[in-house]
């Protein structure tokens, strides 16, 4: 028997693009897997994008990651790998950060039991402090749900109503914390466990790769670097959607193998 699935276009929720590129299963584990074996920051954000969707099912709850270091790192680099397993990579690149509580919660809504990569932390700060942001990204984070607001509010805003589970991603130039303490609001303890900082780099690592990169002739470690950078941007589109499509297909082929945590 066959089954549609019918999106409402008019719910407020900020739907997911889940996206085929044009390459293949095959494009993404050369040209993205491989490259992730040589940064453990690439290895976790993917984990990540495979992670999400069985958080329902093992009954653990939404939580954040928050890559932080200093520019042209490359750590929305690790943002885009990851999202490039679920097919997230839209025309207009990655999500950015939403700045009020009704919009976070719709993103969440979007990309529900799933990644959701939010690139551009410091856009908007004149609007409001990235601090803030932070607060309520993690709080939206904490409840696994949209608030529950006044029926009429909700059908007049066309807000979403359905709960969520995902695991959120996002760089930042500084540590969420050390961005609160210095702006006098220090992140309250659910904050830090829900929205955790990584640091996205280390004294012995060039950039998001750990160690130095074997630079070809004629390059230097750091021209390495950004080269292998730039191209995986450039091949996670091209290869996008294909992973985490094949991760489910066998997943539900099998759902038992997952280990139910009681």
Not at 144 to 154: A, F, I, Q, T, V
Not at 210 to 233: I, Y
Request: hydrophobic residues 35%.
């Amino acid at each position: 028997r066959e089954r549609s699935i019918v999106i409402d276009h008019q719910t407020g929720a900020k739907v997911a693009s889940l996206q085929l590129g044009a390459g293949s299963l095959k494009g993404w584990k050369k040209k993205v897997a491989t490259v992730a074996k040589k940064s453990s920051r690439l290895r976790l954000c993917i984990a990540a994008a495979f992670a999400a969707p069985v958080l329902r099912p093992l009954g653990i709850d939404s939580f954040g990651l928050n890559l932080y270091g200093e520019t042209s790192t490359g750590k929305s680099s690790c943002l885009v790998a990851a999202a490039s397993a679920s097919g997230l990579i839209g025309d207009r690149g990655l999500p950015g950060w939403a700045d009020s509580g009704p919009a976070i919660e719709q993103l969440m809504v979007g990309h529900r039991d799933g990644l959701l990569p939010l690139d551009e932390t410091g856009d908007g700060e004149e609007k409001m402090p990235l601090a803030k942001k932070a607060r309520l990204l993690a709080y939206a984070i904490s409840r696994n749900r949209p608030r529950n607001l006044d029926k009429g509010y909700e059908k007049g805003s066309n807000l979403p109503t359905g709960d969520s589970r995902n695991i959120v991603l996002s760089s930042s130039e500084r540590a969420l914390g050390s961005v609160a303490v210095a702006e006098g609001t220090p992140r309250l303890g659910g904050e830090e466990v829900r929205l955790i900082d990584v640091p996205a780099t280390d004294a012995n690592s060039q950039g998001i790769f750990d160690g130095s990169l074997k630079a070809k002739k004629g390059r230097s470690p750091a021209e390495q670097g950004k080269r292998t950078v730039d191209n995986l941007r450039k091949d996670a589109v091209i290869n996008q959607g294909f992973a985490l499509d094949k991760f489910l297909r066998k997943y539900t082929k099998d759902p038992g193998a997952l280990l139910v945590l009681k």
